[in-house]
């Protein structure tokens, strides 16, 4: 069945780097395009950017200075890199498959940033 | 950019009563799409290009709209519709959410 599931740090320093992973199984990388969303908590949903089965990108211009989105066809991985990060990316980040879109979730994990 | 304002922001309905979310676009948009998210939990997919249903989602909710002008209505409303809901247009980049209606049951 269709997973994804996001793993990563839960606390970053102010102004250093988020590394997060979204491994997927299910489904291929190659057939189905994988974003990220957002949600600071009691806040609402945020597009942060998708990869595309292709391997090209689409970003949040928001967010586009700070952010990179990559993946590794051969692990299921999709990974999200941002940089400078300030006290409000604190937020619970998901992927999700985009068809539709976005019909299947991961359960999301949540970043603090703080020092 | 987008800007998509769902209204109300809060409601509270009774179990049978009819509710209508509205969600308003900034600019004029292809397609709106619905999202149901409950607390501590995933948003789920819940209606898709304006007016079809998501796997699972019961036949007591629609979506309707064109343009700048969108909503999702429950005919009957049940205990477990209780939610927020969030509406997102991807017509544009930066694709963007709605901030979101909490319903709630009277």
């Known amino acids: 069945q269709v997973q994804l599931k996001e793993s990563g740090p839960g606390l970053v320093q102010p102004s250093q780097t988020l590394s997060l992973t979204c491994t997927v199984s299910?489904?291929?990388?190659?057939?189905?395009?994988v974003g990220w969303v957002r949600q600071p908590p009691g806040k609402g949903l945020e597009w942060m950017g998708v990869?595309?089965?292709?391997?090209?990108?689409a970003y949040n211009s928001l967010l586009k200075s700070r952010l990179s989105i990559s993946r590794d066809i051969s692990k299921s991985q999709v990974f999200l890199k941002m940089n400078s990060l300030q006290t409000e990316d604190t937020a619970t980040y998901y992927c999700?498959?985009?068809?539709?879109?976005?019909?299947?979730w991961g359960q999301g994990v949540m970043v603090t940033v703080s020092s | 950019e987008i800007v998509l304002t769902q209204s109300p922001t809060t409601m509270a309905a009774s179990p049978g009563e009819k509710v209508t979310i509205t969600c308003r676009a900034s600019?004029?948009?292809?397609?709106m799409h619905w999202f149901q998210q409950k607390s501590g939990t995933s948003p789920k997919p819940w209606i898709y290009?304006?007016?079809k249903l998501a796997s699972g989602v019961p036949d007591r909710f629609s979506g309707s709209g064109s343009g700048t002008s969108y909503s999702l209505t429950i005919s009957s409303m049940e205990a477990e519709d209780a939610a927020t809901y969030y509406c997102?247009?991807?017509?544009?980049?930066?694709?963007?959410f709605g901030g979101g209606t909490k319903l709630e049951l009277k």
């Open positions: 990869i595309w089965t292709g391997g090209s990108t």
């Open positions: 999700a498959r985009d068809l539709r879109p976005f019909d299947y």
């Open positions: 290009d304006t007016s």
């Open positions: 600019s004029s948009v292809s397609y």
């Open positions: 299910g489904f291929s990388l190659t057939s189905y395009h």
């Open positions: 997102l247009q991807r017509s544009s980049y930066p694709w963007t």
